[in-house]
């Protein structure tokens, strides 16, 4: 079993950064691809970043490219999303994801675990 838990979000101004945390426990050697989601109310879910927990390699959303980054703590079992000049149309409810090397890495169908999910309000 893998079992992510996401834990940073909260209510933040437009402008200001914040950090968000997705601790991983099980066996999770077998998932190679940790991801970033975010759904905001009434929309679908909708892919932010992901990185293959052997190698590094990362890859953005073009609407967060050059404010998020996403990186890993191999020891810790944890993956983060530094975010940075937060926007009001980042405000969502933020998962985390594990799952294996594909083709479909920006698909959530790609990702067979998921944590609960952590809220981020940017106020303007």
């Known amino acids: 079993q893998v079992q992510l838990v996401e834990s940073g979000g909260g209510l933040v101004q437009a402008g200001e950064s914040l950090t968000l945390s997705c601790a991983a426990s099980g066996r999770t050697f077998s998932r190679n691809l940790r991801a970033w989601f975010r759904q905001a109310p009434g929309k679908e879910r909708e892919f932010v970043a992901y990185?293959?927990?052997?190698?590094?390699?990362?890859y953005y959303a073009d609407s967060v490219k050059g404010r998020f980054t996403i990186s890993s703590d191999n020891a810790k079992n944890t993956v983060y999303l530094q975010m940075n000049s937060l926007k009001p149309e980042d405000t969502a409810v933020y998962y985390c994801?594990?799952?294996?090397?594909?083709?479909?890495?920006?698909?959530?169908?790609?990702?067979?675990?998921w944590g609960q999910g952590t809220q981020v309000t940017v106020s303007s």
């Open positions: 990185i293959t927990w052997s190698g590094g390699n990362t």
């Open positions: 994801a594990a799952g294996g090397t594909g083709v479909a890495a920006v698909l959530p169908a790609n990702y067979d675990y």
